[in-house]
């Protein structure tokens, strides 16, 4: 499959439907068919096509056609309801009182970019005051297309000069879109807020992505993101090819998906939300999902066939299973038109979309990036650091740090090791959509000490690792109980971090930093953890379950070095395992003394997946050392101990959340890919199986 031409603009037949109210809203073969008059929504598409030409032929040869499009849409407003009218009758007369939401919708998008775009200021100044008074109406929107095409529409009037209210209907809009994923975001396989795909799919991703990017808001983005891969994922052929839902069934959760007929609206959505991904990512797989869906148009589908009629501007209106349907109405014609002029604007290196505001060019809107392997730090501290400070907590604290991590739905679940005034910790949940900031606090710890039920937690639980454990559907907590008799780890487990399930003891004293695998190996379940024996030096051991309760089969995994090396004498397990294809990826914390004490500094290593006693890389540099204030001084200085990430398994960027002094909660993030490759510089180790592996 290779990329299609781009062909120049040709309005040909734009004009042979053009009747004197607007555009005949369908066809018979390429002859308009005048008898079912025209609609609202095609005329509001027709106005952004004019608009989408203009840039290529210049407002005059847009103008007269804008003009009109603009004039049905004054007579398709009704000023006391805020709404827009859509089926027009050919003598004129409308043929209900209210349109849909979806025609509200698309007459808001439409306007938002003519006020912002016309360069005529009296056909700015009708769409301003149309957009202006509709934008009440706009906040009673409960369908998702049109909720997500009135937010696109919101969002190129703010571009446009408007504000106050329509940041607001912005806000407001944004919001029903999150609602309505977050809703269904437990769901992997189906993680969509509708139980049937249907028409024009893609636009819900668009105005996700849309969202977050003005709101600054990057779990929205992620939430877009995610959306438009699984899109990208199920309408794509075995093939290879895009393969849109089809409208003869469309494709219901749990059942059969329609593979015909498919529609232009599918193709031009698509390439519209991959547009508004690989503006914000840069990541090619995006371009690559536009230049498919281009290419359905032109031949690259299920039946070979070409729709568009690049000549004359025209495109069929589906197909079926027998071949093209051969009527060019309105709405095909003109999603063939967006389509291409989107796909003029990504191969031409354009910007997609608005332009970013000073503020970010300048530095100010903070995105995850990394450093380049082969310096020092792999992981780049996010500039709010210290993340969670102990004044956030609901109650009086002396310390929060070493959270455990998880992904939840659309929020980012943190799991803190809070210390109290009396030195005894308990373990707090706090949750963001973002990750980063408005930190959202229970009242309470989800796990607090209960001696009398559970004496080995005495003196406190500490250091938290949270572990998804799809089998069983529920969330493995381990932490460290504090006994009389010292450490030790302790399981619990959670479903919704709001009820928690004590499994109990699992590893003697002294024994902490463990975390378990997320899937079992064979048939057992598998867990890391660092005995500390009263000689010696402390060493990362892997142990085997058959039920999570009862362990065994202790076998040494990683050495702590010996001498001067930055690991040597202690090491520790920081977040859980993570499964890649190259391996399961392990960070870990190394302890070196010094006489004004110890450094705690972070490492990788790799284990093989299949069998993960073996190790098959491990770092001999640190990656993050304690070097920011807020790390080098606290309750213990300069220390920086991981014990939670989470993967944004879009964009590839892993987020490491750690304890910085014992005091506060900090977030470091790396490129997954970068950290692959950093590790496979780095040199193998003397022998692959881990219980008899020695370093020098």
């Known amino acids: 499959m290779v990329d299609h031409p781009l062909h120049p603009v040709s309005r040909l037949h734009l004009e042979a439907l053009a009747g004197p109210l ?48 603009l004039r049905f849409m004054s007579d398709a407003f009704v000023p006391a309801t805020g709404r827009f009218r859509n089926f027009r009758a050919q003598d004129g007369s409308w043929l209900e009182a209210d349109g ?36 009440p109406a706009a906040r009673g929107l409960t369908a998702l297309r049109a909720i997500s095409s009135a937010l696109l529409g919101c969002g190129a009037a703010l571009d446009g000069g408007l504000d106050g209210e329509t940041q607001s209907t912005f806000e407001d809009l944004a919001a029903k879109l999150r609602r309505a994923f977050v809703a269904r975001a437990n769901d992997p396989g189906w993680p969509w807020p509708e139980p049937t795909l249907t028409y024009e799919n893609a636009l819900l991703p668009e105005a996700l992505i849309a969202a977050g990017v003005r709101l600054d808001d990057p779990a929205l983005v992620r939430t877009g993101l995610r959306a438009i891969d699984w899109l990208v994922s199920v309408q794509t052929a075995p093939e290879g090819w895009f393969s849109p839902i089809g409208s003869t069934g469309w494709s219901p959760s749990g059942g059969a998906r329609s593979r015909f007929d498919q529609q232009p609206i599918e193709a031009t959505s698509m390439i519209l939300a991959a547009a508004a991904a690989f503006s914000e990512t840069g990541d090619e797989r995006y371009s690559r999902a536009i230049e498919k869906a281009y290419g359905w148009f032109l031949g690259d589908n299920e039946l070979g066939l070409p729709l568009a009629d690049p000549a004359t501007g025209g495109c069929h209106d589906g197909l079926t299973r027998t071949g093209v349907n051969l009527n060019k109405g309105a709405e095909s014609t003109l999603m063939w038109q967006i389509g291409l002029e989107r796909v003029r604007v990504v191969r031409g290196g354009l910007t997609v979309g608005r332009e970013a505001p000073a503020s970010q060019e300048a530095g100010v809107r903070w995105a995850p990036t990394v450093r380049r392997t082969g310096e020092r730090e792999l992981f780049l501290r996010h500039p709010s650091n210290p993340i969670i400070t102990a004044d956030q907590l609901p109650y009086r604290a002396n ?55 559970h004496p080995e937690e005495i003196w406190g639980c500490e250091d938290p690792r949270l572990t998804w454990l799809p089998e069983r559907a529920e969330w493995a907590i381990a932490y460290t109980a504090y006994s009389r008799l010292g450490p030790l780890v302790s399981l619990a487990v959670t479903t919704d971090f709001r009820k928690v399930l004590r499994l109990g003891p699992v590893m003697p004293p002294e024994d902490k930093d463990a975390a378990l695998f997320p899937r079992r190996i064979g048939d057992r379940w ?74 705690y500094r972070i490492g990788l290593a790799l284990l093989d997946l299949d069998d993960p006693r073996i190790v098959l890389r491990r770092t001999t540099e640190w990656v993050l050392a304690p070097t920011a204030p807020y790390e080098r001084s606290g309750d213990v200085n300069k220390v920086v101990f991981p014990t939670g990430w989470v993967l944004d398994d879009v964009t590839g960027v892993l987020s490491m959340y750690y304890g910085a002094g014992d005091s506060s909660i900090a977030l470091a993030t790396a490129s997954l890919a970068d950290v692959l490759e950093h590790l496979r510089h780095t040199p193998l180790p003397q022998h692959r199986r881990a219980s008899d592996m020695r370093y020098t």
């Open 22 to 69: 607007g555009l005949w809203q369908h066809a018979e073969g390429t002859i308009a068919n005048e008898a079912f008059g025209y609609c609202t929504d095609d005329v509001a598409r027709s106005l952004l096509v004019d608009l989408l030409h203009s840039h290529e032929l210049g407002w005059e040869a847009v103008r007269e056609s804008a003009w009109r499009s």
């Open 526 to 599: 598998v867990m890391i953890h660092r005995p500390s024996p009263l000689r010696g030096l402390a060493h990362m051991w892997i142990s085997q379950s058959p039920d999570l309760r009862h362990w065994g089969d202790h076998e040494l995994l990683l050495e702590a070095r010996e001498g001067a090396w930055w690991d040597a004498g202690k090491i520790g397990l920081g977040p859980p395992p993570l499964e890649t294809p190259e391996g399961w990826l392990l960070c870990y914390h190394g302890v070196h003394s010094t006489a004004s004490g110890p450094i």
């Open 399 to 453: 310390s929060v740090f070493n959270p455990g991590a998880g992904r939840v739905g659309d929020e980012t679940v943190l799991l803190l090791r809070v210390e109290d005034l009396r030195g005894i910790s308990q373990l707090q949940v706090a949750r963001s959509f973002d990750g980063v900031t408005e930190w959202r606090m229970d009242s309470a710890p989800l796990i607090a000490p209960q001696p009398e039920w």
């Open 100 to 135: 849909s939401d979806d025609c509200q919708g698309r007459a808001m998008h439409t306007l938002g970019v003519a006020l912002a775009e016309v360069p005529e200021a009296t056909a700015g100044a009708d769409a301003r005051t149309m957009f202006v008074d509709a934008l």
